[in-house]
């Protein structure tokens, strides 16, 4: 038991390494954001923060988010709640110093590498998330509260989370742009794909 529990431990903070790599990676690209990353976008723009410290908005977002489930819905909230928030910050951070390395020109060619990078990261942290299992994240987590509170299925509460969440960090000065739709088109598919691929190949392994 002791070597399941640690397998997924690992598992999953390396999904939350790839998924701040990944938010990291689509903000530096300047082509837009995906749902939640335009949010972060946002608070950073409104807090007059550097694109360099989009690490410090997203641990505030995230932060408030998982105080707010705590409050609404404990029971959404565990170790993996913490394994996500604690280091994500740092990550975006860290992601956001990679990307300035490997991406110094923005040419377009450069920009749809680095947000193709991004999305692949992204897709892949949150599937190795979800296979390990051992908890949600505050957006995730919200989307569970609210889907309690008004009683339609997660499918629908999702999107028109994902709509506010663009809607709100647009209006705060987010980046809105090809990015934006094509993450709210193709995260859901491509995340179920990737992370029903980690289950098969990783069932013994966790």
Known sequence: ???????????????????????????????GNDPIGIVYDGIRNTAGFSPQQLGMASNFVNFVLAAVVFLMGRRYINIGTFIYILPYGAIVSLGTRIHSCLFRTQTLPMQILGAASGCLLLYTGVAMF??????????????????????????????????????LGFALGGKLGVITILTAVSAGPMIQLFADQFAVRMKKWI
């Open 1 to 31: 038991m002791k070597t399941i529990k640690t397998n997924r431990l690992v598992l999953a903070a390396a999904g939350i390494l790839l998924v701040g790599t990944g938010i990291a990676f689509n903000a530096g690209a300047a082509l």
């Open 130 to 167: 979800i296979t390990a299992d051992i908890g949600l994240d505050p957006f995730t987590g919200l989307v569970m509260v609210i889907r309690d509170r008004v009683g339609k299925n997660y499918r629908v509460v999702k999107v028109c989370f994902d709509a506010c969440c663009i809607v």
